[in-house]
């Protein structure tokens, strides 16, 4: 049977929707990227670096802490400050030693805890450590917000913000409100960490966030009897991953007792132990990532 022949008239009032629609659309997306909210520097705050890993249970908080650390060893005059923006798994406090609840300033807002000289804030400071936080999307995004705006960092050349593991509602919230110096990306050399890593630096670039290179976290295993090294979770994974994408490595970190130890005893290596080849490898990080700092002026300054 003969399919019937649309009507001259329907095609040519469906194309003219389609036409219309077509047009609406475009005006529609010129909208919204007029309508995007402007990224706003936080107060004070001359740069700042993000540290994640799109996956977890790679060492990416860990990490954080000692290039923070790592800083201000290799740079004494530095202001650093360390954003926890874990908001499920805050791991800030236990590791750099800190706890209790911020005291607020005149103008309301938090005032960070310190150790170390690093200026600390974390959801973790916030709610008792045992204790779940169960919320949904929105209350996330809301305590996000806090987070980077009602904390009175003071003034700051850079601040290290400790991504949670994804890619998902923080890590655009993040990268879309603040102007980000640049992205650290952590990763072990394991195939199945990769593939998290390579979506964590396509995400960064995707919103326009320098990549500064990548970190190979748990390089290699070090016994602490004998020294001898074991490639547990394969050899050299990110240094050809970096390869592949057109990324910097930016140093190898090794598996170690003491680096572990000093995290859960809330004495990172970088300070526990600063003359060790564990800490050296934070320590050339810090500097690499520095050197890329590009200087840009923070319009909240007082002048």
Same mark, same amino acid.
């Given at each position: 049977m003969r399919s019937k022949a649309l009507p001259i008239g329907f095609i040519n009032s469906f194309v003219q929707r389609r036409w219309a629609s077509a047009e609406q659309t475009a005006e529609q997306a010129t909208a919204m990227r007029r309508g995007l909210p402007k990224k706003w520097p936080i107060a004070g705050v001359s740069h700042v670096v993000v540290v994640a890993s799109a996956k977890g249970g790679v060492g990416k908080s860990t990490t954080a802490v000692n290039l923070a650390l790592g800083m201000t060893s290799i740079n004494k005059g530095l202001s650093?400050?360390?954003?926890?923006?874990?908001?499920?798994?805050?791991?800030?406090?236990? /590791?750099? !030693?800190?706890?209790?609840? %911020?005291?607020?300033?005149?103008?309301?807002? /938090?005032?960070?805890?310190? !150790?170390?000289g690093i200026k600390c804030m974390s959801m973790?400071?916030?709610?008792?450590?045992? =204790?779940?936080?169960?919320? @949904?999307?929105?209350?996330?995004?809301?305590?996000?917000?806090?987070?980077? @705006?009602?904390?009175?960092?003071?003034?700051?050349?850079v601040l290290v913000v400790d991504m949670p593991p994804g890619t998902g509602d923080t890590q655009l919230t993040i990268s879309q409100q603040i102007p980000i110096s640049g992205s650290v990306i952590v990763s072990t050399p394991q195939d199945v960490a990769l593939l998290d890593a390579r979506r964590g630096v396509e995400m960064f670039r995707k919103v326009d966030v %320098?990549?500064?290179?990548?970190?190979? !976290? /748990?390089?290699?295993? =070090?016994? %602490?009897n004998c020294g001898h090294l074991s490639h547990i979770f394969g050899k050299d994974g990110v240094k050809r991953m970096a390869e592949e994408i057109g990324a910097d490595l930016l140093g190898d970190v090794p598996l170690h007792l003491t680096i572990r130890e000093g995290a859960d005893a809330g004495k990172p290596i970088v300070v526990s132990d600063p003359q060790s080849p564990q800490a050296e490898a934070y320590k050339t990080i810090a500097r690499r990532v520095l050197d890329k700092l590009p200087h840009i002026a923070d319009p909240f300054k007082p002048r």
């Open positions: 650093v400050g360390l954003l926890d923006a874990d908001v499920f798994g805050p791991s800030i406090p236990r /590791m750099m !030693n800190l706890s209790g609840q %911020p005291e607020l300033s005149k103008q309301d807002k /938090m005032i960070p805890l310190v !150790n170390y973790g400071f916030l709610v008792e450590e045992k =204790v779940a936080v169960v919320w @949904r999307g929105l209350m996330v995004m809301s305590a996000i917000q806090k987070l980077l @705006r009602q904390v009175d960092w003071g003034l700051l050349d %320098p990549v500064l290179g990548v970190v190979q !976290n /748990m390089s290699c295993y =070090v016994c %602490p």
